[in-house]
T-cell receptor
Framework: AQTVTQSQPEMSVQEAETVTLSCTYD???????LFWYKQPPSRQMILVIR??????QNATENRFSVNFQKAAKSFSLKISDSQLGDAAMYFC????????????FGTGTSLTVIP | DAGVTQSPTHLIKTRGQQVTLRCSPK?????VSWYQQALGQGPQFIFQ???????QRGNFPDRFSGHQFPNYSSELNVNALLLGDSALYLC??????????????FGPGTRLTVL
């Protein structure tokens, strides 16, 4: 099974500052997809951003961007101009057609935003 | 447009009992996946249903079973409950044929406590 590792159990950031959450994964496949999901205290998981492995260009969604390093199997999330509403658990997830498109999740990073 | 809904929100059972959790997918979606999220962990894939059949299964024992109805809603059944089954159970829906890059939409989850 694929392994997704998030080495930062907790992170904190000052409001309006930038924070980067780390994610690495282990795979021998070339065709796969990577996602960052946010899980606020209300528990419903929400998609933040996604990346197709064959695309070299890093995905960007407003204040959220990724640094995708395919050779290093690294997929970090950068949150710019952090807002109080960004406080949540963030999960990195891997998905591949060869594994039936199921998600493999990391253990998550709890992000605190300090006013 | 209703998103993914799950019932009940919370459930308390004792060891050895059986439990049924329910999920209604997002409107237009026909595929339902179930995940178990233990405290402090990322979600773990249980199984996926499409066209009323189990299409894929994660590393969970046969005590975990499911069903999908013609209206695409789904049930997760767990027999002979163990203390270790205490977790948040998440349902996610998607549209078959659009897997891979496309996201799964998650419900708010059912918190199961086994005493």
């Amino acid at each position: 099974a694929q392994t997704v590792t998030q080495s930062q159990p907790e992170m904190s950031v000052q409001e309006a500052e930038t924070v980067t959450l780390s994610c690495t994964y282990d795979t021998s496949e070339s065709d796969y997809y990577l996602f960052w999901y946010k899980q606020p205290p209300s528990r419903q998981m929400i998609l933040v951003i996604r990346q197709e492995a064959y695309k070299q260009q890093n995905a960007t969604e407003n204040r959220f961007s990724v640094n995708f390093q395919k050779a290093a199997k690294s997929f970090s999330l950068k949150i710019s101009d952090s807002q109080l509403g960004d406080a949540a658990m963030y999960f990195c997830a891997y998905r591949s057609p060869n594994t039936g498109n199921q998600f493999y999740f990391g253990t998550g990073t709890s992000l605190t935003v300090i006013p | 447009d209703a998103g993914v809904t799950q019932s009940p929100t919370h459930l308390i059972k004792t060891r050895g009992q059986q439990v049924t959790l329910r999920c209604s997918p997002k409107s237009g979606h026909d595929t339902v996946s179930w995940y178990q999220q233990a405290l402090g962990q990322g979600p773990q894939f249980i199984f996926q249903y499409y066209e009323e059949e189990e299409r894929q299964r994660g590393n969970f024992p046969d005590r975990f079973s499911g069903h999908q109805f013609p209206n695409y809603s789904s049930e997760l059944n767990v027999n002979a409950l163990l203390l270790g089954d205490s977790a948040l159970y998440l349902c996610a829906s998607s549209l078959a044929g659009t897997l891979g890059y496309n996201e799964q939409f998650f419900g708010p989850g059912t918190r199961l406590t086994v005493l």
